[in-house]
Each structure stands twice: as structure tokens, then as C-alpha cells.
């Protein structure tokens, strides 16, 4: 049986070669037409990398971030490939995935986007999709969700976010040459990041 | 001598900017092109930045020229991964022009600059009037 961060990547990888083509015209409205194109290029090449009987999560995110690295090409390489690689250090030698983990993981990934991007919430990035996901999922735990329930609430909060960068002004990335035309599209990042979280959701549910 | 890294979405822009300052500053062995993806693609390859800076660097430190949107993200995570490797190569990045900084990078390399004065005549050319 192939562990769980396989399946997580191989879901992962599935999504986002199905998402290409939307990926990439998503980007042709605000961008440079090339998300969809150099992520499913760079997850290709993570699942040449990985293995089914890789468990050890944090090492594996590791060596899909080097390969996100160096496989992407565009901006969307450093920044993810920077956020598995700091999820993977907190998750170093874990080879099941737990609430607290995935709360480690998820801030860890956070913290790499925005040391590496130089971006806030509000400037229409991933990172408004992402940062309330992980505000929602955190906020959910100590509530007394587990992890499912949490991250079900935490994709939700994701699709809203991704659905509030349709409504503002694009200020980093090749969107803010754009300005004030960049309102009415929603962001590549955004929506590709909630494509992931949706992807993890799906095989923890289907545990 | 100062190494010069050059980055570039296009392997063909790094390799011309690296003959150009070749022109400009003849025997300096360590003008490293860093352009495009392995494969040729447009775009930026942290690994493959962190391997010219090891290339260009002969123990005096090395200052990257980069071009636009995620050359300077891919730059910076080449430096990160180097430093976590323990690597402890002297490595910045100049906020210039990628030609007109690196024909004033590589003339104070080759004049003997170091790293700083190197730095500072990459980020002066921004002030270079051309009319």
C-alpha cells in the first residue's frame, strides 16, 4: 500500500494536470499564461521523484519542494516549492498525518510563502486563500473539531478566499501591472493552492 | 576576483549578458550564466543558481544580476539552500539592470573590487543616464 504522503502527492499532481488548462487561462487574464502549465510540469516531476513506499512526510515534502524548486519556472516554483520544504521540516520523521501536525505543517508552509514572496493577506495572492484556511482550521481544533471536520471548514474558508481575490487590486506578482484591471479575476495562486488543501482533504477522508 | 551570476528566465539572455561582460572584462573565469530550466524552458531554477554561485565563487564572494518577476525569489532560495547546506559563500544580490549592472559588475570585478564596490558599480548603473 502506498503511504499516505504519496497519496497525498499522486492526489495532488492528479488535481492540479486536471486543473491545467484553467490554471493557465486563470493566469492569461492577470498574469503570464504559464500556472497551470509550469505546476503540472513541476508535479509530474515530484511524482518521478516520490515513491509509494516513501513514508517519512517531512522528507518526502522536502524533496518535493527541491524538485518544486527547480521544475516550475515560474514565481509559483520558489513559493511552493519554499512551503513544502518548511512543512516538511516540521513534519521530519512523522509518517501519519495528525491534527496537531497538519497545524505545524500549514504554518510552517505559511511562514515560507511569506518570507520568500514578501506578501500579506489583501494583496491578492495564495496566501488569501491559504491564510484563512489555516485561521478556520486552527480556529476549528480548538473548538474540539478533528482534523477532517477542521479541514473541511478550512477548504470552505479557502474557496471564499479564492472568490475574495475577484474583488481586489492585484500589488504583487506580473497581476499588479495590471491595477485596478486586475479586479474581476480571481487569483491563479489562490485558486491552486485550494486545490491542494482540497486534494489532502480528499485522501484523509478517503482513509 | 569577484564572481558574477547571472539569472535569467531565458538561457539565452544569461549566456548573451555573460559574452557581453566577457567583452568587457576579458580572463575573468567566473561570469556563470544561470538561465532558463534544465530542459530549456523559460523560467528560474533555484538548484541551478546555487550551482553557478559555487561555480563563480573563488573564495571572493559572489554578487548575482538578476531579471524579472521570480529571478530574484529563485536567487534568494539558491543563497538559502546553499546556507543550509553550510555553505558560507559571501552572496548578494544587486538591485540593478541586468546588462547595464553587469557590464558595471564585471569592470570593477576584474579591476580587483571587492564584493561591496562591486555591488555598489552594479547598482549605480541604474543612474546612468542614456540620452
Given amino acids: 500500500m502506498a503511504s499516505e504522503i504519496y497519496e497525498c502527492l499522486s492526489k495532488i499532481a492528479g488535481i492540479i494536470s486536471e486543473n491545467k488548462d484553467f490554471l493557465t487561462e486563470l493566469d492569461r487574464e492577470i498574469g503570464d499564461s504559464d500556472h497551470g502549465i509550469n505546476l503540472a510540469r513541476g508535479f509530474s516531476a515530484v511524482m518521478e521523484k516520490v515513491n509509494p513506499e516513501d513514508a517519512d512526510i517531512g522528507a518526502t515534502l522536502k524533496k518535493s519542494g527541491m524538485t518544486l524548486l527547480s521544475k516550475v519556472g515560474g514565481a509559483s516554483g520558489p513559493l511552493y516549492g519554499t512551503a513544502y520544504m518548511e512543512a516538511g521540516k516540521v ?102 493552492s485550494t486545490l491542494m488543501l482540497e486534494a489532502v482533504l480528499d485522501v484523509l477522508k478517503g482513509k | 576576483m569577484v564572481g558574477i551570476v547571472i539569472v535569467s528566465h531565458s538561457w539565452k539572455i544569461a549566456e548573451g549578458v555573460c559574452d557581453l561582460a566577457h567583452e568587457m572584462a576579458q580572463g575573468h573565469e567566473g561570469i556563470i550564466p544561470a538561465g532558463g530550466l534544465e530542459d530549456g524552458s523559460i523560467g528560474t531554477d533555484a538548484q541551478r543558481i546555487a550551482d553557478a554561485i559555487v561555480e563563480a565563487d573563488t573564495g571572493d ?71
Avoid: W
Fill in chain 2, 61 to 131: 564572494g559572489v554578487v548575482i544580476l538578476a531579471d524579472i518577476g521570480s529571478s530574484i525569489m529563485s536567487a534568494e532560495t539558491a543563497i538559502e539552500l546553499l546556507e543550509d547546506e553550510g555553505n558560507n559563500i559571501n552572496v548578494v544580490i544587486a538591485d540593478a539592470p541586468i546588462v547595464e549592472g553587469t557590464v558595471c559588475a564585471v569592470v570593477e570585478a576584474a579591476g580587483g573590487g571587492s564584493v561591496d564596490s562591486v555591488l555598489k558599480s552594479a547598482e549605480e548603473s541604474r543612474e546612468a543616464s542614456k540620452l
Fill in chain 1, 91 to 192: 513534519l521530519a520523521g512523522k509518517t501519519e498525518l495528525d491534527a496537531e501536525g497538519l497545524k505545524s505543517a500549514f504554518e510552517a508552509a505559511i511562514a515560507g510563502i511569506q518570507k520568500r514572496g514578501k506578501a500579506v493577506k489583501g494583496e491578492k495572492t495564495m496566501l488569501d486563500a491559504i491564510i484563512p484556511a489555516y485561521e478556520t482550521y486552527s480556529q476549528k481544533l480548538s473548538d474540539g473539531a478533528d482534523m477532517i471536520t477542521a479541514l473541511e471548514a478550512a477548504c470552505n474558508s479557502a474557496r471564499e478566499g479564492v472568490e475574495y481575490t475577484k474583488t481586489i487590486i492585484a500589488t504583487k506578482g506580473r497581476a499588479s501591472y495590471l491595477g485596478e484591471r486586475s479586479i474581476g479575476h480571481q487569483d491563479p495562486g489562490a485558486t491552486s
